[in-house]
C-alpha cells in the first residue's frame, strides 16, 4: 500500500500570533488521519522582496500552500502563476496552491466562507430583501461579490468614505450588473429600512477599536445582522441587535467556512464543520 506523502501548509501574514488558522487545519489534519503540519509563517511587509522570498521559499520546501492574512492579500496578486475567476475579481488572495512544478495558484475563499456562515443559520433566501454593507474595503468586495452570486438583487453599501463607497457601487454596478447603491455614511441608519440582511464589514467593533455608531430603529426585527469581525465574538453591534431581538452572525463561521476549501486544495480531503471543532476555537476565547 503506498505511503501518504507529508504535506504542509501554513498561515502568512504580519502578525499571525494571533491567528486561530492552525487549530482549525491542525485539528483536520488530525481527525482525518493525514501525514501533515499546518503553521504560522510571519513574514514582514517591509522587508525588502520579504513576500516574493517567502513563497519561493515555500516552494523550495515543498509547501502545498498557504494562507495569506493582511497585509498579504493583495501584493500575493504579483507573484501567482494562475488565478482563480473569483480572486481576479474580488482584486485578492486568501490561498496559494503550489503545484508539483512549482507553480503557484491563488484563490480567494472568503465570500464562500461568508455565505456558507449565513446558510448554517438558515439564511438561504439572498434575495427575500435588500441588504445593506457597511464598509468598502476587501471584506466587503469579497461579501458581495458572493451575496450577488448567491441571487440578492438589491445591495446598499455605505463607507466612512462616502467617495469610497461610491466608487465601489459604481465599479460593481458597470463590472457585474450588481445593482450595488452607495449611500452617504450620514444616512446609514435610513438604509437599514426594510433591509432583510445588515452587515459590517468595517474594523469597527473589533478589539482596540471604537464601536460601529449606527441607529437600529428602522431595521426590521425580521432582519439578520451581521459582522465579519470575531474577535470578539460578539460585537457591541451585535449586542445591539440581539437586544432589539434580532437573529445574529458573528465572523467565525466566516473563518471556519473559508478554510474548508484551502484544506481540500493541499490535503485532498473536504473537511465537515463538527462542533468539536467549534468547541476548541471558543474556548481559545476565554
Same mark, same amino acid.
Given at each position: 500500500?503506498?505511503?501518504?506523502?507529508?504535506?504542509? @501548509?501554513?498561515?502568512?501574514?504580519?502578525?499571525?500570533?494571533?491567528?486561530?488558522?492552525?487549530?482549525?487545519? $491542525?485539528?483536520?489534519?488530525?481527525?482525518?488521519?493525514?501525514?501533515?503540519?499546518?503553521?504560522?509563517?510571519?513574514?514582514?511587509?517591509?522587508?525588502?522582496?520579504?513576500?516574493?522570498?517567502?513563497?519561493?521559499?515555500?516552494?523550495?520546501?515543498?509547501?502545498?500552500?498557504?494562507?495569506?492574512?493582511?497585509?498579504?492579500?493583495?501584493?500575493?496578486?504579483?507573484? +501567482? %502563476?494562475?488565478?482563480?475567476?473569483?480572486?481576479?475579481?474580488?482584486?485578492?488572495? $486568501?490561498?496559494?496552491?503550489?503545484?508539483?512544478?512549482?507553480?503557484?495558484?491563488?484563490?480567494?475563499? %472568503? =465570500?464562500?466562507?461568508?455565505?456558507?456562515?449565513?446558510?448554517?443559520?438558515?439564511?438561504? %433566501?439572498?434575495?427575500?430583501?435588500?441588504?445593506?454593507?457597511?464598509?468598502?474595503?476587501?471584506?466587503?468586495?469579497? +461579501?458581495?461579490?458572493?451575496?450577488?452570486? @448567491? =441571487?440578492?438583487?438589491?445591495?446598499?453599501?455605505?463607507?466612512?468614505?462616502?467617495?469610497? @463607497?461610491?466608487?465601489? &457601487?459604481?465599479?460593481?454596478?458597470?463590472?457585474?450588473?450588481?445593482?450595488?447603491?452607495?449611500?452617504?455614511?450620514?444616512?446609514?441608519?435610513?438604509?437599514? %429600512?426594510?433591509?432583510?440582511?445588515?452587515?459590517?464589514? #468595517?474594523?469597527?467593533?473589533?478589539?482596540?477599536?471604537?464601536?460601529?455608531?449606527?441607529?437600529?430603529? @428602522?431595521?426590521?426585527?425580521?432582519?439578520?445582522?451581521?459582522?465579519?469581525?470575531? +474577535?470578539?465574538?460578539?460585537?457591541?453591534?451585535?449586542?445591539? &441587535?440581539?437586544?432589539?431581538?434580532?437573529?445574529?452572525?458573528?465572523?467565525?463561521?466566516?473563518?471556519?467556512?473559508?478554510?474548508?476549501?484551502?484544506?481540500?486544495?493541499?490535503?485532498? +480531503?473536504?473537511?465537515?464543520? #463538527?462542533?468539536?471543532?467549534?468547541?476548541?476555537?471558543?474556548? #481559545?476565547?476565554?
Amino acid at each position: 500500500m503506498a505511503s501518504i506523502p507529508y504535506k504542509v @501548509a501554513g498561515i502568512m501574514g504580519w502578525p499571525v500570533g494571533q491567528s486561530r488558522s492552525p487549530l482549525i487545519h $491542525n485539528y483536520w489534519i488530525e481527525k482525518y488521519g493525514l501525514d501533515g503540519d499546518y503553521i504560522r509563517l510571519p513574514v514582514q511587509p517591509d522587508a525588502p522582496n520579504g513576500l516574493r522570498d517567502a513563497i519561493a521559499g515555500m516552494r523550495a520546501m515543498g509547501f502545498a500552500g498557504c494562507n495569506l492574512t493582511m497585509p498579504h492579500k493583495t501584493a500575493a496578486l504579483e507573484f +501567482v %502563476d494562475h488565478l482563480d475567476p473569483m480572486a481576479k475579481r474580488m482584486g485578492a488572495v $486568501n490561498t496559494l496552491v503550489l503545484g508539483a512544478d512549482g507553480s503557484v495558484s491563488g484563490f480567494n475563499n %472568503d =465570500g464562500f466562507g461568508y455565505v456558507e456562515s449565513l446558510r448554517e443559520v438558515g439564511y438561504t %433566501d439572498f434575495a427575500k430583501g435588500p441588504i445593506t454593507v457597511l464598509g468598502a474595503g476587501g471584506a466587503a468586495r469579497a +461579501v458581495m461579490l458572493a451575496l450577488a452570486d @448567491a =441571487g440578492a438583487t438589491e445591495i446598499r453599501l455605505a463607507n466612512r468614505t462616502d467617495a469610497n @463607497a461610491l466608487a465601489t &457601487a459604481q465599479k460593481f454596478a458597470d463590472e457585474f450588473g450588481v445593482p450595488v447603491r452607495a449611500v452617504p455614511w450620514q444616512h446609514r441608519a435610513a438604509a437599514l %429600512d426594510g433591509c432583510a440582511l445588515l452587515i459590517n464589514s #468595517t474594523n469597527q467593533g473589533m478589539y482596540g477599536q471604537p464601536a460601529l455608531d449606527i441607529a437600529l430603529d @428602522a431595521l426590521p426585527r425580521t432582519a439578520l445582522v451581521s459582522d465579519v469581525i470575531y +474577535v470578539p465574538l460578539e460585537t457591541p453591534l451585535l449586542a445591539a &441587535a440581539k437586544a432589539r431581538g434580532h437573529q445574529t452572525v458573528n465572523g467565525l463561521g466566516m473563518l471556519l467556512n473559508q478554510a474548508r476549501p484551502a484544506f481540500h486544495a493541499w490535503f485532498g +480531503v473536504m473537511p465537515e464543520m #463538527t462542533d468539536e471543532l467549534r468547541v476548541k476555537i471558543l474556548a #481559545t476565547f476565554n
